[in-house]
């Protein structure tokens, strides 16, 4: 027992720090068995007089995106001018290999128009922009969507059902795709906090 | 001239294609080895990430208090949960020791490469090794895989080892 508490008494502090640091590795470690280590879905904020949810880093690593996203009734708004009501706002894409957004992208879009939530298409090509409706979204429902790159299309699906094709010329192979993640506007800012649900799939 | 390019279409025809780019980083550590090296290890490791379970392997040099450098590859091939997803990464691993004692080191990690050939990712990863005897050591890592934790466990061996 003496013996112990003296080799344990020996023990430097960095020496404890790090067989507590291991510990805790090992902890991580067992845990990462557990479902709940993974959130199902991350929720995107746009504050009320804001654009963007926040600022993330991510690169997309596979030719496919594919997410879930629920909209919920803050996806209701009323646009200053009648005339942005047209807008599209972004909810989730890409940058195309090492572009800038607005040289080379694919992005679903949003809006909300006659009672309804419409989905699009929100491709930069070339530094041309190009939109298309896809369908609608009913709010509090998850939906699927994904973006297939191919060498020269961008297919969207949205609910596995509903197709557009977008051209793609960017001849860049190799590279950093950065991940774009929800944006209000579009010419106004957010007139509310708007929630938006998504979850990555993998 | 055209053994490389029959060694590419065997790799090719295998789905191995990340393994010749993989060896010319390879020879390219060894050389360094031969000039500076003082250790040099093999890793073998699991890592549970956001996209399944991928199993992977590094070799590396250890160049003491400064740090070690490897190359690595890792996918979700046999563990994966995914069949058409495999995200193979092959890349290169810094380790910078951010506390060092006689059987544990505590690294900063990152790993920097392609998955699926294509798409560059940086992984930031902290790292501990327990060196459980001059051979065997222990690994265990946790970082951040797609914005989501990820952690991994792995064993290295140490067949090279040029330090006095």
């Given amino acids: 027992m003496t013996a112990s508490r003296t080799t344990f008494s ?32 991350e929720t995107f904020i746009i504050p009320e007089g804001k654009n963007y949810s926040g600022y993330a880093v991510q690169a997309l690593q596979s030719k496919e995106l594919r997410f879930t996203a629920i909209f919920d009734e803050s996806a209701i708004y009323q646009a200053k001018d009648p005339v942005n009501q047209f807008d599209i706002h972004k909810l989730m894409g890409f940058a195309d290999c090492n572009d800038h957004h607005h040289a080379n992208s694919a992005r679903f879009g949003w809006r909300w128009m006659e009672d309804k939530l419409e989905i699009h298409t ?52 190799n590279g950093v795709y950065f991940m774009l993640f929800p944006y209000y506007g579009g010419d106004e800012r ?10 990555i799939a993998y | 001239m055209k053994k ?40 073998s490791f699991v890592q549970q990430t956001v996209m399944g379970t991928q199993e992977g392997y590094a070799v590396s040099i250890d160049f003491g208090r400064i740090g070690v450098g ?55 990863e902290v790292q501990t090794e327990m060196r459980l005897n001059r051979i065997v050591t222990l690994v265990l890592g946790t970082g951040i895989r797609a914005r989501q934790a990820a952690v991994s466990a792995g064993i290295k061996i140490n067949p090279l080892n040029f330090r006095s």
Avoid: W
């Fill in chain 1, 10 to 41: 020996n023990l430097t502090g960095s020496r404890l720090f790090l067989r507590s640091v291991f510990l805790f590795l090992v902890g991580m470690l067992m845990s990462s068995c557990e479902e709940g280590l993974i959130e199902p879905y």
């Fill in chain 2, 4 to 43: 490389p390019i029959v060694l590419e279409q065997k790799c090719l025809r295998m789905g191995l294609e990340g393994l010749p780019s993989f060896f010319y980083l390879l020879l390219l550590l060894v050389a360094i080895l031969s000039s500076r090296g003082q250790e040099i290890g093999v890793r």
């Fill in chain 2, 70 to 124: 490897a190359v690595m590859q890792s996918n979700s091939e046999l563990l994966g949960e995914s069949e058409d997803r495999k995200y193979p990464f092959v890349g290169v691993e810094v380790r910078f020791p951010l506390n060092v004692s006689d059987k544990l080191t505590l690294y900063a990690s990152p790993k920097f490469g392609m998955v699926d050939q294509q798409f560059f990712v940086m992984i930031p």
């Fill in chain 1, 122 to 173: 929100y491709v930069y090509n070339n530094g041309e922009r190009y939109s298309e409706y896809v369908g609608d979204v009913n709010l509090n429902e998850p939906n699927e969507y994904s973006i297939l790159m191919t060498d020269d299309q961008y297919i969207f699906t949205l609910n596995n059902s509903q197709e557009v094709r977008m051209n793609r010329t960017n001849e860049c192979t």
């Fill in chain 1, 190 to 199: 957010a007139p509310h906090d708007i929630n938006i649900q998504i979850k």
